[in-house]
């Protein structure tokens, strides 16, 4: 056998990894020096690395993905069978876990009716903005192909899923963008641009407004929102916000795209973070945690309204939907991400993440109360993160430093815990947790202890 999973020299495998491997998002300058991290084991919230120590893993897999925590026996022996039975077939044709999981993903989603399947975030995100252009060719002479994306907001890493992003320093130095994609103003009222208003949901919303009507509302087909921004800061859109958004798509004829790669499948404590605002969406992009990285998947979920858009054109040659993804047709997500799903059901995980997660909260702003440097705690279920200012009054953020020397501090402490990242400039200040749908409050106690003890360190009061 030429790999086992646990059989392996470590030294080997990390000498390895610092010679050929470009981790992401990664400065590799520190590694002439450093040895990088290799992450060899996980059990639990916990990982191992090759020298042997232990992280309780605030972040699930770094980035919010391994939802039902590591170590789940039963995926990898369902993926197994699955594998030997059939692994792969294009998904021109069906398959028996795609079929399977689709109808039970559409139970969990009123109102959404057909399942695309893809392999990652910025995939599905690009079938969506694809459906989106060929039905304003369809029904609008190419027209309404505009698509709205909201600052602070991120859809995923391709040229196109990030022409659709509101990190201005996560798209440096990689356009030019694709043309046809539109910023509305973020909806973080903590950073209100408008001073203190007392309707500042409605306000935000109206902004998305003002821009169709700027942009023209016969151009524009569809807004794609997170429905609780992750990367960009934890923002939970404010009271009033969401009605509003949806009474201006349906003004406009305008689509309603909610990426729930981040939020889906449990994190807020709903199935999807949209279910909490009352939003009926026309399509829904999840992956992350569909089957919590024990296999790639990814879903670009519609409406039947959508889907028969392509459907019932009499262009029967053109009319359909011409896309591809090869490895939409593996057959491991679909097997994985229907025991994630079981496990979820049958721990009763949307219920922890709940109770969890207020707990979370709670110690957060115990935190805050201790900490001046704290201005604020955000997040819904297991999903938090805080900003970290230099002065509350001013809310001037701290340096991006500081969030990078709590993780550090962390990190040696056994937490890894997570960060705004080269976002943009100014905002790089907030420190972000996502722990595994499965924490318990001891788990949730150690995270909060170690930075507790990290700010005690580094961010004393005055
Ligand atoms: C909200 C959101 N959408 C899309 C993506 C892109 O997903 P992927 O990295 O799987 O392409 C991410 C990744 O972090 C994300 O946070």
Redesign the pocket.
Known sequence: MTFNANEFDAKEVVGNDRKHVWHHITQHKPFEENDPMVIVKGEGMRVWDAKGNEYLDAVSGA??TVNVGYGRTEIADAVRDQLVTMNYFAQTAGNVPAAQFAERLIEKMPGMSRVYYS???????EKAFKIVRQIAEKKYGGKKHKILFRER??????IT?LSATGQYERKNQYGPFTPGFVEVPHCCEYRSQWGDVEDYGIRAANEIERVILEEGPDTVGALCL?PI???GGVIEPPQGYWDRVQEICKKYDILLHI?????GLGRTGKWFGYQHYGIKPDMV?M??GVASGYAAI?CTVTTEEVFAAFKEDDDARMGYFRDISTFGGCTAGPAAALVNMDIIEREGLLDNVVEQGEYLRGRLNQLMEKYDVIGDVRGKGLFAGFELVKDRETKEPVDESLPIQIGAHCMQNGVIIGRTNRSFKEYNNTVCLSPALIATQADIDKIVDAIDNALAELAPNA
């Open positions: 980035v919010w392999n990652s975030g910025s995939e599905a995100n907001d991120y859809h995923g890493t391709t899923a997170e921004t992750a990367g990426d729930e790669v981040v939020c992009t992956a992350k990814s």
